[in-house]
C-alpha cells in the first residue's frame, strides 16, 4: 500500500521593512557634495571627521543595529551591507580629518578612489539586501 502525505500550503508575506533604502541611499550620496565643499574650502558647516565615521548614527546605521538586525541580520547579505556601510562612513571622516591637515591633494584623491569605491559597494549591498528581503518571506 503507498502512503501519500498531505502537503500543508503556507501562506507568505513579504517582510515589511521598516526603512526607505532609496532615502537613505539618497542621504548617503549627499556626503559626496558636502565632502567636495570641504576639500575646496567651500564648506558652510562644521563636520568634525569623529562625527562622520560613526556609522551608527545615520538612520541606515540605526536600522542596521535594530530592526533590520532582528529581520534580516540571518542572512550574508545583511553582513555585507553593515561592512559597507562602516567603510564608507571610515573613509568620510579621513577625508575630513586630511582636510583639517590641509592635505587637499590626498583628500580628493582619497574621494575619488576607496570613498568613491566604497560607495559603490553599499549601493549594490543595499540593492543586494533590498532585492534578498522582498524574496524573504514570513509565514502567516
Known amino acids: 500500500m503507498l502512503m501519500s502525505a498531505k502537503v500543508q500550503a503556507v501562506d507568505f508575506i513579504p517582510l515589511n521593512l521598516s526603512i526607505d533604502f532609496t532615502e537613505v541611499l539618497m542621504q548617503h550620496m549627499e556626503w559626496r557634495e558636502r565632502l567636495i565643499n570641504h576639500i575646496k574650502g567651500a564648506a558652510t558647516d562644521d563636520w568634525a571627521s ?16 535594530s530592526e533590520g538586525h532582528s529581520q534580516l541580520g540571518h542572512l ?5 551591507l553593515e561592512i559597507v556601510h562602516a567603510e564608507f562612513h571610515y573613509y ?4 575630513l580629518a586630511k582636510t583639517l591637515l590641509k592635505e587637499v591633494a590626498q583628500a580628493d584623491e582619497m574621494l575619488r578612489n576607496e570613498f568613491s569605491q566604497a560607495t559603490r559597494r553599499m549601493l549594490v549591498a543595499v540593492n543586494e539586501l533590498n532585492e534578498l528581503a522582498g524574496k ?3 509565514p502567516v
Open 50 to 65: 569623529r562625527d562622520a565615521t560613526q556609522y551608527d548614527r545615520c538612520d541606515l546605521g540605526r536600522w542596521l543595529r
Open 76 to 80: 550574508p547579505a545583511f553582513r555585507r
Open 92 to 95: 568620510a571622516g579621513a577625508i
Open 136 to 138: 524573504t518571506h514570513q
